[in-house]
T-cell receptor, first 114, second 119 residues
Framework: LAKTTQPISMDSYEGQEVNITCSHN???????ITWYQQFPSQGPRFIIQ???TKVTNEVASLFIPADRKSSTLSLPRVSLSDTAVYYC???????????????FGKGTKLSVKP | GAVVSQHPSRVICKSGTSVKIECRSL??????MFWYRQFPKKSLMLMAT?????????EQGVEKDKFLINHASLTLSTLTVTSAHPEDSSFYIC???????????????FGPGTRLTVL
């Protein structure tokens, strides 16, 4: 079962780029890396997912080195509304099945200041 | 995008009563849905995996007789908290995994959550 480690909290200012790194040393060959965002009293929201190298969408980029033992979520030019908890997850592969269990770590609480 | 709804969004009940929470995938089908609970300032804890047409799989430490899960269709799963007690007060969140994803692809769509308060 792949376990993730990420910083408990980070502070930033509006307009800055924020990079949150996650370690997942025991990632399995077929596992994907997924990042979610959660605001207080709301369900998590999918941000981005990747398997290797770099993935970019309209809200973030995900950098994954060749060994896949870590990943970095990059948020360009953050705003106050990006203040949230960000979770890095690695799929819990169910051999022979497709349960896709998600095991949430403690996440990174990002605080964006004006 | 894929939308998951939960009903009710907030419920207050007396100790000893049962509460049912519905989770619906509105624009996609899901053979698998998941139920989580989250205490204040804590991370989400997976309670159980709900499979359409079969029994749910519960995580260690979660009482299946207390948290009844029914996955009656490809778009609906329900969680019933039976004989609720104040310690069951929490934020309950469901998620749905669209049909057809590869084994390692763990994209899920989450509902907005249900705040349960047991007096």
């Amino acid at each position: 079962l792949a376990k993730t480690t990420q910083p408990i909290s980070m502070d930033s200012y509006e307009g800055q780029e924020v990079n949150i790194t996650c370690s997942h040393n025991n990632i399995a060959t077929n596992d994907y890396i997924t990042w979610y965002q959660q605001f207080p009293s709301q369900g998590p929201r999918f941000i981005i997912q990747g398997y290797k190298t770099k993935v970019t969408n309209e809200v973030a980029s995900l950098f994954i080195p060749a060994d896949r033992k870590s990943s970095t979520l990059s948020l360009p030019r953050v705003s106050l509304s990006d203040t949230a908890v960000y979770y890095c997850l690695v799929g819990d592969k169910n051999y022979g099945g497709s349960q896709g269990n998600l095991i949430f770590g403690k996440g990174t609480k990002l605080s964006v200041k004006p | 995008g894929a939308v998951v709804s939960q009903h009710p969004s907030r419920v207050i009940c007396k100790s000893g009563t049962s509460v049912k929470i519905e989770c619906r995938s509105l624009d996609f089908q899901a053979t698998t849905m998941f139920w989580y609970r989250q205490f204040p300032k804590k991370s989400l804890m997976l309670m159980a995996t709900s499979n359409e047409g079969s029994k749910a799989t519960y995580e260690q430490g979660v009482e299946k007789d207390k948290f009844l899960i029914n996955h009656a269709s490809l778009t609906l799963s329900t969680l019933t908290v039976t004989s609720a007690h104040p310690e069951d007060s929490s934020f309950y969140i469901c998620s749905a995994r669209p049909i057809g994803l590869a084994g390692g692809n763990n994209e899920q769509f989450f509902g907005p959550g249900t705040r349960l308060t047991v007096l």
